[in-house]
């Protein structure tokens, strides 16, 4: 298992989580790191990236329970849903080291820098974004926003793109500057 740095975040929920309220005797195994980074590449971000992502970087977010996704004409993809696929490709290249995610990573923030941002207003962003990359809804969503800082901030950790650091800070500071 190929991991960087301390133990990435979501793994140590995962193990938070399966732990919570479990009485074991000394005998009873507890979660391994190859079950849960099994359980991470296999039921989750391996389908994410195989049926959400088209070539653009666009995320679908509307993926049904086998995970199908929902036709593109209702599709529509959210500050949050495209922040969090980014998080959860890096989270799966950090802890696998398998490019493809590193790609899926760069790819899913390229589109959001090229269709997200706001052209005329620095470090914002707009809210929801058709599959063709034109603007649904234009209003501001501070949360969305501090998403952006989080996702473009780990995909310059596994990238060293510093277009990503570069919009992060931006969108911090347009946050947190008073007008």
Known sequence: MHMRGTLPGILVVLILVMNA???????????SMQWLQQDLVEGNA???????MLDS??????LGPD???????????TLISQNRFIYLMAMTYEVTGDMTYREAVQRAADYLLAYFADPDRPGYWVREV????????????????TQVIFALAHAFQVSGDTRYRDAATQTWLALNVPK
Request: proline share 14%; hydrophobic share 20%; glycine share 14%.
């Open 46 to 52: 391996r389908p994410r990236l195989q049926h959400g």
């Open 57 to 62: 970087g666009f995320y679908q977010p509307l």
């Open 67 to 77: 995970w199908a996704p929902y036709p593109l004409a209702e599709q529509q993809a």
């Open 21 to 31: 309220g479990c009485e074991r005797s000394g005998n009873e195994p507890g979660p």
């Open 130 to 145: 058709r599959p063709d990359g034109t603007a649904s809804n234009r209003r501001f969503h501070a949360y969305g926003h």
